[in-house]
């Protein structure tokens, strides 16, 4: 589907930006509400290859799209400017624990340019690589400008950490991209490069050089994100948009250089001292550790958090030694796909595989992880157990980054220097005793049949009554054209995995999950009619997106009790969106526990 050109249509169709007063997204459906709905060309919009019908109900304009309408929503957003303005209304953030939301600040903080600073990374990285062949001389203008060109990301990080951090935490961004300038400018860092200590009304500026810093801008941003609410309160409106910078710099600057920013360059080099004082008492170890574990961390998301120190060891030492070791990680996992290649007889996981191969020895491994190694389980253990004696080996060299990339191949270039030829020795074992391990102990017999890719067949997700889903008092769902399926009125507060799959869809409020089963079915579980309006209560999620679970897993808690109390029906309903593909079944049973509801046939 071309999300872009639907996204287009949709807003072309439905009378123009100009036209819409707000829009949002649930499960499901665009929601829109509009200043006139009668410029809406509702029969054209329902004619657009991807949209599935359009609703008019209590005062919106809903257009329904199916699991689609995440990527549409943001395909519109871009177009249009708008933000999902329903979902951003609700504190989300708040409901998190405080490592999930600092786990959240981080990856939202370095993802958006995470790219380029690996692109950047891997051009230092071949420069050093070209000037130790003696292909480069560093005195060229070649060298210099491309040097330039590479170096000029980090030298400037705390500007683009800057960017990122403030839109995270709702500040305005160039005020914090100001704030963040004043750090790297050429005066001040040429008095900290002296060591000269200046004063500011008197109180001295210990000298201190923020280039290429991670925590210092972090925290300022943070504390920034404090100061500007009570600027926006103090001024009014009319003078807000220029006194609220106003004061946000001249409180902001001279609070960074005299108290949070050494406060965080000593944090910094605490974090540093740490790393390299347990690296150095045992290199081999801390390698096998880092190389063994390294995937799991990604699974559960925690890897963000050492992505700032990894950062600030290039900041503070000029090298960092977690990097190479990690490449060992990512690829054992292509070596593990490899041996899933060669020994596999069933033809989807050996196509699988095989792509697999190519995207993670270039750090893409998630197609992997998610679609073979976890899933089989024995392949993941494999490439773990080459991940932690690869990582070992480059431990054991003590291998050193000279700038941060994304662990692959494409990375050997940054790790030439002290232990090189560790480095190429550690991630030539991690990927071949992953493929070795993987093709004799991986995998058992059923793993590597061919299986019938034909059938599915779905649990019912909840206990209770089942009723035909063209009995449920939602158009939408009763009229089939979001797909077949059935509908359970609950009687307890538990909805389970249907199948063994992944989690392609989670939504915010919690009313509703996607699950794309491992033969490729796609499942949309809903909860209640119209229970989006509830903003979450009631609902708790128990899986992310992204996520494999196997078949009767939980997936959401939910109070079906409170939930009709609140004046909405809590029938639990199953649909097969992508029902144009199978022909389906439906249980003849009345009951639902756990029993096999749907039984779903490829068509040919």
Not at 79 to 89: D, H, K, M, V, Y
Not at 98 to 104: D, K, P
């Amino acid at each position: 589907m071309d999300y872009e050109k639907l996204a287009s249509d949709i807003v072309k169709d439905i009378g123009g930006k100009d036209n819409i007063n707000t829009a949002w997204h649930c499960a499901t459906r665009l929601r829109f509400k509009l200043k006139d709905e009668a410029k809406a060309d509702t029969q054209k919009i329902e004619d657009l290859d991807g949209v599935i019908t359009v609703v008019k109900s209590a005062g919106q304009y809903q257009i329904v799209v199916g699991n689609a309408v995440a990527n549409v929503f943001n395909a519109l957003a871009k177009q249009t400017g708008l933000e999902n303005e329903e979902q951003s209304s609700q504190p989300q953030e708040k409901e998190k624990n405080i490592v999930n939301r600092f786990i959240a600040f981080i990856s939202g903080t370095f993802t958006p340019f995470l790219g380029a600073l690996a692109g950047a990374g891997i051009l230092k990285g071949l420069l050093a690589l070209f000037v130790a062949l003696d292909w480069m001389n560093t005195a060229s203008g070649t060298y210099e400008i491309l040097y330039a060109a590479g170096d000029a990301l980090f030298n400037f990080l705390p500007i683009f950490l800057a960017f990122t951090a403030s839109k995270r935490l709702n500040v305005n961004q160039f005020v914090a991209v100001a704030l963040a300038a004043a750090l790297v400018y050429p005066t001040l860092v040429t008095a900290a490069a002296k060591s000269q200590t200046l004063h500011f009304m008197g109180i001295p500026v210990v000298p201190t050089t923020y280039t290429s810093s991670v925590i210092p801008i972090l925290l300022a941003v943070w504390v920034l994100s404090f100061i500007e609410p009570v600027l926006n309160k103090i001024f009014p409106e009319a003078i807000r948009n220029i006194f609220t910078p106003l004061f946000s710099l001249a409180i902001m600057v001279p609070l960074t250089m005299i108290v949070v920013g050494p406060l965080g360059s000593s944090v910094g080099n605490v974090l540093s001292t740490l790393v390299s004082s347990v690296y150095n008492f045992a290199p081999a170890l801390a390698g096998a550790i880092m190389g063994a574990f390294w995937q799991v961390f990604v699974i559960f998301g925690v890897h963000w958090t050492f992505v700032p120190v990894m950062m600030n060891n290039l900041s503070k030492m000029g090298y960092d030694p977690l990097l190479p070791i990690l490449c060992a990680a990512v690829i054992s996992q292509a070596g593990a796909a490899l041996g899933i290649f060669l020994k596999t007889k069933n033809k989807k996981q050996k196509a699988l595989a095989g792509s697999g191969v190519i995207t993670g020895v270039f750090g893409i491994t998630e197609p992997i992880i998610y679609g073979l190694t976890l899933k089989l389980k024995r392949p993941f253990i494999c490439a773990v157990i080459a991940g932690g004696i690869g990582g070992a080996i480059i431990g054991g060299f003590q291998v050193r980054a000279s700038s941060f990339t994304l662990p692959s191949l494409l990375a050997i270039p940054t790790y030439v220097g002290k232990g090189f030829v560790g480095s190429l020795i550690g991630i030539a074992v991690s990927f071949v005793l992953g493929a070795v391990l993987t093709f004799l102990f991986g995998m058992g017999k059923a793993d590597t049949q061919e299986n019938d890719q034909n059938l599915d067949k779905l649990s019912a997700p909840v206990k209770g009554t089942i009723i035909p889903l063209t009995s449920v008092k939602d158009e939408v769902f009763a009229s089939e054209a979001m797909g077949k399926g059935i509908a359970i009125v609950p009687t307890n507060d538990r909805v389970t995995s249907p199948v063994s799959g992944t989690i392609s869809a989670v939504y915010p409020t919690g009313h509703a999950i996607g699950i794309i089963s491992d033969q490729g079915a796609e499942i949309l579980i809903h909860i209640g009619i119209d229970t989006v309006k509830l903003n979450g209560k009631y609902f708790e999620t128990k899986v992310k997106q992204g996520q494999h679970v196997n078949q009767g897993a939980e997936l959401i808690v939910f109070d079906s009790e409170k939930i009709k109390a609140s004046g909405y029906d809590n029938t639990v309903m199953m649909i097969i969106t992508n029902t144009k593909q199978y022909e389906v079944e439906t249980t003849k049973d009345t009951e639902a526990d756990q029993n096999m509801v749907l039984t779903l046939q490829l068509t040919k």
